[in-house]
């Protein structure tokens, strides 16, 4: 069964300082990995995916097949990062599309 | 253009009633997906369509939960003879190639 888990529920950090939001995952194949986000009033939105190697928002994220993990980095917080974090899984070459989420992380960047 | 759109954005139902959730993809995305967002956790996948053929319903938890996206296109979820555990917030997302497009949710209050 693939899993994906996100160890902490809430992270809070000062403005300026660097956030590493943690995510591990188990999947007996390939996975996709992906971080969505979900603003406060606003709908999950996709925030970058591992295949795209790209850095978003200042955000990136790097997928370590011997770790399993997926963590999410960024050097200088800005408060309007603060929001809920997911991580999630999707697995590749047949199966379901559909994605594994962890429970996620409330993010709180503090001025 | 417009995004996913879903409705009611709230429902509230007496345990034991039927409710049917909508969702309008955005206009050409071939797959469709319905999860179910409890309070505090991820959102867990609960079926997808590609077009009108529901290719996976393997995340629906119970025979009272149904899916159908008779026109490849607005899919509807009902939910037979509610019950308190079915209080959450219910996701559509829609796809043509990779990333998933969320709607804002319905959420759902069983009393």
């Known amino acids: 069964a693939q899993r994906v888990t996100q160890p902490e529920k809430l992270l809070s950090v000062f403005k300026g300082a660097p956030v590493e939001l943690k995510c591990n995952y188990s999947?007996?194949?390939?996975?996709?990995l992906f971080w969505y986000v979900q603003y406060s009033r606003q709908r999950l939105q996709l925030l970058l995916r591992?295949?795209s190697r790209e850095s978003i928002k200042g955000f990136t994220a790097d997928l370590n097949k011997g770790e399993t993990s997926f963590h999410l980095k960024k050097p200088f917080a800005q408060e309007e990062d603060s929001a809920m974090y997911y991580c999630?899984?999707?697995?590749?070459?047949?199966?379901?599309?559909?994605?594994?989420f962890g429970k996620g992380t409330h993010l709180i960047i503090q001025p | 253009g417009a995004g996913v759109s879903q409705s009611p954005r709230y429902k509230v139902a007496k345990r034991g009633q039927d409710v049917a959730l909508r969702c309008d993809p955005i206009?050409?995305?071939?797959?469709l997906f319905w999860y179910q967002q409890a309070l505090g956790q991820g959102p867990e996948f609960l079926t997808y369509?590609?077009?009108?053929?529901?290719?996976?319903k393997s995340g629906l938890p119970s025979d009272r939960f149904f899916a159908e996206r008779p026109e490849g296109s607005v899919s509807t979820l009902k939910i037979q003879r509610t019950q308190q555990e079915d209080s959450a917030v219910y996701l559509c997302?829609?796809?043509?190639?990779?990333?998933?497009?969320f709607g804002p949710g319905t959420r759902l209050t069983v009393l």
């Open positions: 997302a829609s796809s043509s190639i990779g990333e998933q497009f």
């Open positions: 999947y007996s194949g390939s996975p996709e």
């Open positions: 591992h295949i």
């Open positions: 999630a899984l999707r697995g590749l070459g047949g199966g379901a599309d559909g994605l594994t």
């Open positions: 206009s050409g995305h071939v797959s």
């Open positions: 369509f590609q077009n009108e053929a529901q290719l996976d």
